[in-house]
RNA sequence: GUGGGUGUAGUUCAAUGGCAGAGCACCGGAUUGUGGUUCCGGGCGUUGUGGGUUCGACUCCCAUCACCCACCCCA
Protein backbone atom coordinates (compact mmCIF):
# COMPACT_ATOMS: atom_id res chain seq x y z
CA UNK A 1 0.00 0.00 0.00
CA UNK A 2 1.33 3.38 -1.02
CA UNK A 3 -0.34 6.28 0.71
CA UNK A 4 -2.09 5.88 4.00
CA UNK A 5 -3.66 8.48 6.15
CA UNK A 6 -2.53 10.85 7.99
CA UNK A 7 -1.65 9.61 11.87
CA UNK A 8 -4.77 10.36 14.17
CA UNK A 9 -6.80 10.94 11.32
CA UNK A 10 -9.41 8.56 9.75
CA UNK A 11 -11.92 8.17 7.04
CA UNK A 12 -15.54 8.42 7.64
CA UNK A 13 -16.23 5.21 5.42
CA UNK A 14 -20.19 5.18 3.85
CA UNK A 15 -21.00 2.43 6.71
CA UNK A 16 -20.35 5.00 9.49
CA UNK A 17 -21.17 8.30 7.00
CA UNK A 18 -25.14 8.41 7.65
CA UNK A 19 -24.56 7.96 11.25
CA UNK A 20 -22.84 11.43 11.32
CA UNK A 21 -25.55 12.57 9.07
CA UNK A 22 -28.34 11.62 11.69
CA UNK A 23 -26.35 13.22 14.64
CA UNK A 24 -25.26 16.56 12.78
CA UNK A 25 -28.90 17.48 11.84
CA UNK A 26 -29.97 16.14 15.25
CA UNK A 27 -27.80 18.75 16.60
CA UNK A 28 -28.95 21.35 14.32
CA UNK A 29 -32.36 20.70 14.65
CA UNK A 30 -31.91 21.32 18.87
CA UNK A 31 -29.80 24.47 18.32
CA UNK A 32 -32.48 25.60 15.80
CA UNK A 33 -35.26 25.13 18.48
CA UNK A 34 -33.02 27.39 20.68
CA UNK A 35 -32.74 30.70 18.41
CA UNK A 36 -29.24 29.82 17.40
CA UNK A 37 -27.83 30.26 14.07
CA UNK A 38 -24.80 28.51 11.73
CA UNK A 39 -21.99 30.33 11.39
CA UNK A 40 -19.00 28.18 9.62
CA UNK A 41 -15.06 29.80 9.91
CA UNK A 42 -11.98 28.76 8.47
CA UNK A 43 -10.31 25.82 9.70
CA UNK A 44 -7.05 28.26 9.80
CA UNK A 45 -6.58 31.43 10.92
CA UNK A 46 -3.66 33.74 12.41
CA UNK A 47 -1.49 31.52 15.09
CA UNK A 48 -1.14 34.58 17.12
CA UNK A 49 -5.06 34.47 17.63
CA UNK A 50 -5.16 31.49 19.53
CA UNK A 51 -1.91 32.27 21.61
CA UNK A 52 -3.53 35.80 22.70
CA UNK A 53 -7.45 33.62 23.93
CA UNK A 54 -6.22 30.04 24.84
CA UNK A 55 -3.30 31.55 26.61
CA UNK A 56 0.44 31.34 25.48
CA UNK A 57 0.99 28.79 28.61
CA UNK A 58 -1.85 26.61 28.05
CA UNK A 59 -0.95 23.30 26.74
CA UNK A 60 -3.02 23.51 23.73
CA UNK A 61 -0.76 26.38 22.32
CA UNK A 62 2.54 24.80 23.68
CA UNK A 63 2.73 21.86 22.03
CA UNK A 64 -0.71 20.58 20.42
CA UNK A 65 -0.79 23.49 17.88
CA UNK A 66 0.12 22.73 14.31
CA UNK A 67 1.00 25.88 13.10
CA UNK A 68 2.62 26.70 10.10
CA UNK A 69 4.16 29.82 7.78
CA UNK A 70 2.60 30.67 4.61
CA UNK A 71 4.62 31.79 1.79
CA UNK A 72 4.82 34.89 2.80
CA UNK A 73 5.97 34.33 5.80
CA UNK A 74 2.79 34.35 7.89
CA UNK A 75 2.32 32.18 10.94
CA UNK A 76 -1.04 30.43 11.00
CA UNK A 77 -2.41 27.31 12.92
CA UNK A 78 -5.05 24.99 12.20
CA UNK A 79 -7.80 25.94 14.62
CA UNK A 80 -7.19 23.87 18.06
CA UNK A 81 -10.74 25.05 19.16
CA UNK A 82 -13.53 26.92 17.87
CA UNK A 83 -14.47 30.06 20.19
CA UNK A 84 -12.18 32.15 19.27
CA UNK A 85 -12.50 31.85 15.29
CA UNK A 86 -16.31 32.55 16.12
CA UNK A 87 -15.24 35.62 18.15
CA UNK A 88 -12.73 36.85 15.72
CA UNK A 89 -16.03 36.69 13.13
CA UNK A 90 -18.30 38.41 15.29
CA UNK A 91 -15.97 41.22 16.07
CA UNK A 92 -14.79 41.64 12.13
CA UNK A 93 -18.19 41.35 10.89
CA UNK A 94 -19.53 43.45 13.80
CA UNK A 95 -22.56 41.19 14.21
CA UNK A 96 -22.85 42.80 18.10
CA UNK A 97 -24.51 46.06 15.87
CA UNK A 98 -27.12 43.67 14.23
CA UNK A 99 -28.63 42.59 17.47
CA UNK A 100 -27.07 42.86 21.25
CA UNK A 101 -28.15 39.09 21.26
CA UNK A 102 -26.43 36.75 19.25
CA UNK A 103 -26.91 33.09 18.91
CA UNK A 104 -24.33 30.84 16.66
CA UNK A 105 -23.53 27.40 16.43
CA UNK A 106 -20.58 25.80 14.60
CA UNK A 107 -19.96 22.40 13.27
CA UNK A 108 -16.54 21.47 11.98
CA UNK A 109 -13.17 19.89 12.31
CA UNK A 110 -10.58 20.98 14.90
CA UNK A 111 -7.11 19.87 14.84
CA UNK A 112 -4.69 19.29 17.58
CA UNK A 113 -1.10 17.46 17.71
CA UNK A 114 -1.65 14.72 20.32
CA UNK A 115 -0.95 11.15 21.01
CA UNK A 116 -3.86 9.73 19.71
CA UNK A 117 -5.81 7.21 21.91
CA UNK A 118 -9.05 5.63 22.49
CA UNK A 119 -11.57 9.27 21.46
CA UNK A 120 -8.82 11.34 20.80
CA UNK A 121 -7.98 12.67 17.69
CA UNK A 122 -5.43 14.99 15.49
CA UNK A 123 -8.31 15.91 13.54
CA UNK A 124 -11.68 15.62 15.75
CA UNK A 125 -15.25 16.74 14.59
CA UNK A 126 -16.87 19.33 17.10
CA UNK A 127 -20.10 20.95 17.52
CA UNK A 128 -20.17 23.60 19.25
CA UNK A 129 -22.58 26.44 20.79
CA UNK A 130 -21.79 30.58 21.42
CA UNK A 131 -24.35 33.04 23.15
CA UNK A 132 -22.54 36.73 23.02
CA UNK A 133 -24.11 39.68 24.78
CA UNK A 134 -25.64 38.94 28.28
CA UNK A 135 -24.50 38.20 31.77
CA UNK A 136 -27.32 36.83 32.26
CA UNK A 137 -26.91 33.45 34.65
CA UNK A 138 -30.19 32.68 32.28
CA UNK A 139 -28.11 32.19 29.42
CA UNK A 140 -25.50 30.18 31.42
CA UNK A 141 -28.40 27.84 32.54
CA UNK A 142 -29.48 27.96 28.63
CA UNK A 143 -26.44 26.97 27.07
CA UNK A 144 -26.16 24.06 29.37
CA UNK A 145 -29.91 22.99 28.87
CA UNK A 146 -29.29 22.70 24.98
CA UNK A 147 -26.37 19.85 25.72
CA UNK A 148 -27.66 18.17 28.41
CA UNK A 149 -31.46 17.90 26.38
CA UNK A 150 -30.12 16.95 23.21
CA UNK A 151 -27.85 14.50 25.16
CA UNK A 152 -30.80 12.76 27.06
CA UNK A 153 -33.35 13.27 23.77
CA UNK A 154 -30.45 10.76 21.10
CA UNK A 155 -30.75 8.41 24.51
CA UNK A 156 -27.99 8.52 26.58
CA UNK A 157 -27.78 7.81 30.41
CA UNK A 158 -24.82 7.65 32.37
CA UNK A 159 -24.57 11.27 31.96
CA UNK A 160 -23.08 13.46 34.64
CA UNK A 161 -22.99 17.67 34.47
CA UNK A 162 -20.20 19.40 36.44
CA UNK A 163 -19.78 22.82 37.07
CA UNK A 164 -17.91 25.42 38.71
CA UNK A 165 -17.12 28.96 38.98
CA UNK A 166 -13.70 30.65 38.32
CA UNK A 167 -14.50 33.74 38.87
CA UNK A 168 -14.13 37.37 37.17
CA UNK A 169 -10.77 38.35 36.53
CA UNK A 170 -10.79 40.43 40.12
CA UNK A 171 -11.43 37.67 42.14
CA UNK A 172 -9.90 34.54 39.98
CA UNK A 173 -6.63 36.56 40.51
CA UNK A 174 -7.20 37.15 44.72
CA UNK A 175 -8.12 33.32 44.72
CA UNK A 176 -4.39 32.61 42.00
CA UNK A 177 -2.81 34.74 45.02
CA UNK A 178 -4.33 32.62 47.53
CA UNK A 179 -2.97 29.84 45.58
CA UNK A 180 0.37 31.18 45.73
CA UNK A 181 0.39 31.75 49.38
CA UNK A 182 -0.69 28.38 50.02
CA UNK A 183 1.53 26.27 47.61
CA UNK A 184 4.28 28.40 47.90
CA UNK A 185 6.13 26.29 50.78
CA UNK A 186 5.53 22.99 49.48
CA UNK A 187 7.20 23.87 45.60
CA UNK A 188 10.04 21.77 46.55
CA UNK A 189 8.20 18.82 46.98
CA UNK A 190 6.10 19.33 43.96
CA UNK A 191 6.31 18.09 40.64
CA UNK A 192 8.50 20.28 37.64
CA UNK A 193 5.27 20.86 35.60
CA UNK A 194 3.47 21.99 39.07
CA UNK A 195 6.20 24.05 39.61
CA UNK A 196 6.14 25.26 36.23
CA UNK A 197 2.73 26.54 36.22
CA UNK A 198 3.16 28.07 39.71
CA UNK A 199 3.97 31.43 38.38
CA UNK A 200 1.84 31.87 35.21
CA UNK A 201 -1.11 29.09 36.25
CA UNK A 202 -1.88 28.07 40.15
CA UNK A 203 -4.91 26.91 39.81
CA UNK A 204 -3.74 23.76 37.45
CA UNK A 205 -1.83 22.74 40.38
CA UNK A 206 -5.32 21.61 41.63
CA UNK A 207 -5.63 18.58 38.93
CA UNK A 208 -2.05 17.14 38.77
CA UNK A 209 -2.17 13.65 38.74
CA UNK A 210 0.74 13.03 40.50
CA UNK A 211 -0.18 11.37 43.84
CA UNK A 212 2.21 13.13 45.64
CA UNK A 213 1.29 16.88 44.95
CA UNK A 214 -2.62 14.97 45.30
CA UNK A 215 -1.79 14.44 48.64
CA UNK A 216 -0.30 17.92 49.50
CA UNK A 217 -3.12 19.90 48.69
CA UNK A 218 -5.30 18.67 50.65
CA UNK A 219 -6.50 21.78 52.29
CA UNK A 220 -5.58 24.14 49.20
CA UNK A 221 -8.33 26.69 49.48
CA UNK A 222 -11.09 26.15 47.25
CA UNK A 223 -11.93 28.43 44.43
CA UNK A 224 -15.50 29.10 45.49
CA UNK A 225 -14.31 30.43 48.90
CA UNK A 226 -12.65 33.28 47.06
CA UNK A 227 -15.70 34.37 44.81
CA UNK A 228 -16.85 38.34 45.22
CA UNK A 229 -20.11 38.58 45.99
CA UNK A 230 -21.76 39.19 42.57
CA UNK A 231 -19.83 36.14 41.11
CA UNK A 232 -20.80 34.29 44.18
CA UNK A 233 -24.82 35.35 43.35
CA UNK A 234 -24.34 34.44 39.66
CA UNK A 235 -23.22 30.99 40.18
CA UNK A 236 -26.40 30.68 43.08
CA UNK A 237 -28.40 31.76 40.44
CA UNK A 238 -27.02 29.27 37.14
CA UNK A 239 -27.28 26.35 40.02
CA UNK A 240 -31.48 27.39 40.60
CA UNK A 241 -32.19 27.87 36.97
CA UNK A 242 -30.60 24.15 36.76
CA UNK A 243 -32.46 23.19 39.37
CA UNK A 244 -35.83 24.38 37.80
CA UNK A 245 -34.86 22.93 34.41
CA UNK A 246 -34.24 19.65 36.07
CA UNK A 247 -31.01 19.26 35.33
CA UNK A 248 -29.42 17.34 37.57
CA UNK A 249 -25.40 18.65 38.41
CA UNK A 250 -22.45 18.43 40.69
CA UNK A 251 -20.11 20.83 41.80
CA UNK A 252 -16.62 20.20 41.38
CA UNK A 253 -14.52 23.11 42.14
CA UNK A 254 -11.49 20.96 40.36
CA UNK A 255 -12.87 21.93 37.04
CA UNK A 256 -10.18 24.17 35.38
CA UNK A 257 -10.43 24.49 32.10
CA UNK A 258 -7.42 24.18 30.18
CA UNK A 259 -8.43 27.36 28.18
CA UNK A 260 -7.38 30.84 29.79
CA UNK A 261 -10.71 32.55 28.62
CA UNK A 262 -12.50 31.07 30.86
CA UNK A 263 -14.55 33.55 33.83
CA UNK A 264 -17.32 32.44 36.19
CA UNK A 265 -19.22 29.52 34.99
CA UNK A 266 -17.02 26.61 33.60
CA UNK A 267 -18.74 22.92 32.89
CA UNK A 268 -18.18 19.83 31.50
CA UNK A 269 -20.30 16.76 30.78
CA UNK A 270 -19.05 13.28 31.47
CA UNK A 271 -19.68 9.95 30.05
CA UNK A 272 -18.75 6.77 32.11
CA UNK A 273 -17.77 3.93 29.98
CA UNK A 274 -15.23 6.21 27.04
CA UNK A 275 -12.08 5.09 29.00
CA UNK A 276 -9.79 7.80 29.85
CA UNK A 277 -10.97 10.40 27.47
CA UNK A 278 -14.69 10.65 29.39
CA UNK A 279 -15.65 14.36 28.51
CA UNK A 280 -18.27 14.43 25.33
CA UNK A 281 -18.36 18.12 25.98
CA UNK A 282 -16.92 21.47 27.76
CA UNK A 283 -17.23 24.72 28.64
CA UNK A 284 -18.04 28.28 30.04
CA UNK A 285 -18.27 31.74 30.28
CA UNK A 286 -15.66 34.25 28.71
CA UNK A 287 -16.53 37.34 29.63
CA UNK A 288 -13.40 39.12 28.39
CA UNK A 289 -12.86 37.17 25.56
CA UNK A 290 -14.61 39.65 22.89
CA UNK A 291 -12.84 42.90 23.91
CA UNK A 292 -9.53 40.75 24.07
CA UNK A 293 -9.73 39.88 20.50
CA UNK A 294 -10.43 43.51 19.59
CA UNK A 295 -14.28 44.65 20.22
CA UNK A 296 -16.21 45.51 22.84
CA UNK A 297 -16.76 44.78 26.10
CA UNK A 298 -19.29 41.84 25.72
CA UNK A 299 -20.09 39.14 27.92
CA UNK A 300 -20.84 35.51 26.01
CA UNK A 301 -20.71 31.86 27.14
CA UNK A 302 -20.63 28.81 25.02
CA UNK A 303 -19.30 24.94 24.66
CA UNK A 304 -17.99 22.52 22.31
CA UNK A 305 -18.59 19.05 22.24
CA UNK A 306 -16.99 15.88 20.09
CA UNK A 307 -18.91 14.03 17.78
CA UNK A 308 -16.28 11.35 17.93
CA UNK A 309 -17.23 10.78 22.10
CA UNK A 310 -20.63 11.23 21.23
CA UNK A 311 -20.63 8.69 18.78
CA UNK A 312 -18.62 6.58 20.76
CA UNK A 313 -21.26 6.67 23.71
CA UNK A 314 -24.09 5.67 21.53
CA UNK A 315 -22.47 2.97 20.27
CA UNK A 316 -21.66 1.83 23.42
CA UNK A 317 -25.45 1.88 24.95
CA UNK A 318 -26.13 0.48 21.92
CA UNK A 319 -28.51 3.22 20.71
CA UNK A 320 -29.89 3.04 17.05
CA UNK A 321 -30.17 6.13 16.16
CA UNK A 322 -30.00 5.92 12.45
CA UNK A 323 -30.99 3.65 9.69
CA UNK A 324 -29.34 2.41 6.97
CA UNK A 325 -30.83 3.30 3.67
CA UNK A 326 -32.12 -0.24 1.87
CA UNK A 327 -33.41 0.20 -1.48
CA UNK A 328 -37.08 0.63 -2.11
CA UNK A 329 -37.11 -1.78 -4.98
CA UNK A 330 -34.56 -4.21 -6.94
CA UNK A 331 -34.49 -3.99 -10.99
CA UNK A 332 -34.49 -7.65 -12.15
CA UNK A 333 -34.19 -7.53 -16.26
CA UNK A 334 -34.06 -10.51 -18.23
CA UNK A 335 -33.18 -10.44 -22.10
CA UNK A 336 -31.71 -7.85 -23.81
CA UNK A 337 -34.42 -5.85 -25.45
CA UNK A 338 -35.80 -5.84 -21.72
CA UNK A 339 -32.17 -4.70 -20.59
CA UNK A 340 -32.33 -1.82 -23.07
CA UNK A 341 -35.91 -1.04 -22.84
CA UNK A 342 -35.59 -0.79 -19.55
CA UNK A 343 -33.54 2.44 -18.33
CA UNK A 344 -36.01 5.12 -19.46
CA UNK A 345 -38.45 3.28 -17.14
CA UNK A 346 -35.71 2.62 -14.57
CA UNK A 347 -35.26 6.69 -14.85
CA UNK A 348 -38.74 7.50 -14.27
CA UNK A 349 -38.22 5.41 -11.08
CA UNK A 350 -35.91 7.30 -9.70
CA UNK A 351 -36.87 10.69 -10.40
CA UNK A 352 -40.23 9.99 -8.97
CA UNK A 353 -37.80 9.63 -5.76
CA UNK A 354 -37.55 5.76 -5.63
CA UNK A 355 -34.53 4.59 -4.97
CA UNK A 356 -33.87 1.99 -6.85
CA UNK A 357 -30.55 -0.71 -7.15
CA UNK A 358 -29.92 -2.41 -10.72
CA UNK A 359 -27.21 -4.35 -11.59
CA UNK A 360 -26.76 -4.83 -15.40
CA UNK A 361 -23.49 -7.27 -15.12
CA UNK A 362 -26.21 -9.80 -13.36
CA UNK A 363 -27.26 -11.98 -15.75
CA UNK A 364 -29.14 -14.68 -14.28
CA UNK A 365 -33.16 -14.54 -12.34
CA UNK A 366 -31.00 -16.45 -9.75
CA UNK A 367 -28.14 -13.73 -9.08
CA UNK A 368 -30.51 -10.85 -9.48
CA UNK A 369 -32.77 -12.19 -6.54
CA UNK A 370 -29.81 -12.83 -4.53
CA UNK A 371 -28.22 -9.07 -4.83
CA UNK A 372 -31.83 -8.17 -4.23
CA UNK A 373 -31.97 -10.06 -1.07
CA UNK A 374 -28.62 -9.10 -0.49
CA UNK A 375 -29.76 -5.45 -0.38
CA UNK A 376 -32.83 -5.47 1.79
CA UNK A 377 -35.09 -4.10 -0.88
CA UNK A 378 -38.20 -4.34 -0.34
CA UNK A 379 -39.77 -5.31 -3.75
CA UNK A 380 -38.24 -6.63 -6.96
CA UNK A 381 -39.49 -4.97 -10.15
CA UNK A 382 -38.91 -7.65 -12.53
CA UNK A 383 -39.18 -7.28 -16.09
CA UNK A 384 -38.33 -9.43 -19.03
CA UNK A 385 -38.78 -9.46 -22.94
CA UNK A 386 -42.29 -10.98 -22.49
CA UNK A 387 -43.00 -8.04 -20.46
CA UNK A 388 -41.89 -5.15 -22.31
CA UNK A 389 -43.76 -7.03 -25.34
CA UNK A 390 -47.29 -7.28 -23.34
CA UNK A 391 -46.72 -3.38 -21.66
CA UNK A 392 -46.33 -4.85 -18.23
CA UNK A 393 -44.33 -5.25 -14.72
CA UNK A 394 -43.93 -7.42 -12.35
CA UNK A 395 -43.87 -6.23 -9.08
CA UNK A 396 -42.95 -8.95 -6.14
CA UNK A 397 -43.33 -7.79 -2.24
CA UNK A 398 -39.75 -9.63 -1.25
CA UNK A 399 -40.42 -10.15 1.88
CA UNK A 400 -44.39 -11.78 1.54
CA UNK A 401 -43.29 -13.41 -1.54
CA UNK A 402 -46.76 -11.60 -3.35
CA UNK A 403 -46.46 -10.79 -7.12
CA UNK A 404 -48.40 -8.63 -9.10
CA UNK A 405 -48.89 -7.96 -12.78
CA UNK A 406 -49.09 -3.75 -13.25
CA UNK A 407 -48.61 -1.99 -16.52
CA UNK A 408 -45.37 -0.37 -17.71
CA UNK A 409 -46.14 3.27 -17.13
CA UNK A 410 -44.28 3.44 -13.47
CA UNK A 411 -47.68 5.48 -11.97
CA UNK A 412 -49.27 2.78 -10.37
CA UNK A 413 -46.52 0.47 -9.56
CA UNK A 414 -44.60 3.98 -7.72
CA UNK A 415 -48.00 4.24 -6.11
CA UNK A 416 -47.90 0.50 -4.53
CA UNK A 417 -44.55 0.38 -3.12
CA UNK A 418 -45.38 4.10 -1.70
CA UNK A 419 -48.07 2.00 0.03
CA UNK A 420 -46.26 -0.57 0.98
CA UNK A 421 -44.53 1.44 2.72
CA UNK A 422 -47.22 2.61 5.11
C1' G B 1 6.68 14.05 24.68
C1' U B 2 6.77 9.09 28.12
C1' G B 3 5.35 3.96 29.03
C1' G B 4 2.86 -0.97 27.92
C1' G B 5 0.48 -4.18 24.21
C1' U B 6 -0.37 -5.63 19.05
C1' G B 7 0.86 -5.96 13.55
C1' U B 8 -0.35 -12.85 9.00
C1' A B 9 -5.84 -13.02 3.05
C1' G B 10 -11.13 -7.90 2.47
C1' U B 11 -12.19 -9.27 7.81
C1' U B 12 -11.77 -12.34 12.49
C1' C B 13 -7.99 -15.48 13.78
C1' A B 14 -4.45 -20.16 13.33
C1' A B 15 0.54 -21.98 12.10
C1' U B 16 7.60 -26.25 18.01
C1' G B 17 12.94 -21.94 14.01
C1' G B 18 11.33 -26.44 8.87
C1' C B 19 5.84 -26.73 2.57
C1' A B 20 1.66 -19.94 5.32
C1' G B 21 -3.97 -22.26 6.91
C1' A B 22 -9.36 -21.94 8.53
C1' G B 23 -14.27 -19.43 9.55
C1' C B 24 -16.94 -15.28 7.72
C1' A B 25 -17.33 -12.08 3.61
C1' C B 26 -16.77 -11.91 -1.67
C1' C B 27 -17.15 -14.04 -6.93
C1' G B 28 -18.92 -18.05 -10.14
C1' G B 29 -21.87 -22.44 -10.88
C1' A B 30 -25.98 -26.46 -9.84
C1' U B 31 -31.23 -26.56 -17.51
C1' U B 32 -30.33 -17.40 -18.21
C1' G B 33 -38.10 -16.82 -16.00
C1' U B 34 -38.82 -16.47 -9.53
C1' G B 35 -34.79 -15.27 -4.15
C1' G B 36 -33.19 -16.19 1.11
C1' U B 37 -31.51 -22.72 2.80
C1' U B 38 -28.10 -26.27 0.74
C1' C B 39 -24.14 -28.23 -2.36
C1' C B 40 -19.76 -27.57 -5.61
C1' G B 41 -15.78 -24.51 -7.30
C1' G B 42 -12.57 -20.06 -6.70
C1' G B 43 -6.66 -17.87 -2.16
C1' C B 44 1.39 -17.69 -4.11
C1' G B 45 -0.57 -13.10 0.86
C1' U B 46 6.00 -8.37 -0.17
C1' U B 47 3.42 -12.43 7.27
C1' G B 48 3.47 -3.63 8.43
C1' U B 49 8.53 -1.85 6.58
C1' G B 50 14.07 -2.14 6.71
C1' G B 51 18.13 -4.58 8.61
C1' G B 52 20.46 -8.67 11.52
C1' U B 53 21.19 -13.92 13.60
C1' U B 54 20.57 -18.83 11.17
C1' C B 55 21.54 -24.12 6.51
C1' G B 56 16.55 -22.19 7.11
C1' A B 57 12.63 -16.66 10.25
C1' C B 58 5.45 -15.39 10.56
C1' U B 59 8.37 -17.33 14.73
C1' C B 60 14.59 -14.90 17.67
C1' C B 61 17.28 -9.76 17.86
C1' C B 62 17.57 -4.36 16.43
C1' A B 63 15.41 -0.23 14.15
C1' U B 64 11.25 2.07 12.06
C1' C B 65 6.05 2.90 10.99
C1' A B 66 1.01 2.17 12.24
C1' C B 67 -2.90 0.77 15.47
C1' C B 68 -4.77 -0.12 20.56
C1' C B 69 -4.35 1.24 25.81
C1' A B 70 -2.56 4.44 29.63
C1' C B 71 0.23 8.99 31.35
C1' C B 72 -0.44 13.92 29.80
C1' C B 73 -4.16 16.95 27.83
C1' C B 74 -8.89 17.60 26.63
C1' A B 75 -13.61 17.27 22.62
Redesign the pocket.
Known amino acids: ?KY???????DILPAESYKWQAVISSFRKIAGSFGYEEITTPIFEVAELFERSSGES???VQ??MYRFTDRKGREFALRP?GTAPVVRSYVENHLDVLSNRTKLYYIGP?F?Y?????????Q?Y?YGIEFIGSDNPYYDAEVIAIEMLWLKDLGLKNLRLEINSVGCSSCSADYDTALREFFRPLLPQLCA?CNNRFDKKPR?LL????PSCKALRGSAPSQLDYLDEACKAHFAIVCEHLESMNIPYTINPGI????DYYTNTAF??IYEGL?????????GRYNGLIEQVGGKSIPAIG????F??LLLALEHEKINFAEHKTPDAYLIC??DK?RSGVMAYLNALRQNGLYVEYDP???????Q??????TNARF?I??????IEAGTV?L??????E?QSLPLDGGEVLLHIVQGQV
Open positions: MSIPRGTYSDVKEEMRDRPQAGRFRFQDRDCKVVRGLEVGAQNSLAGGFAGGERLGADKSSLKAFKAADAAIIGDSENKNLKTGQ
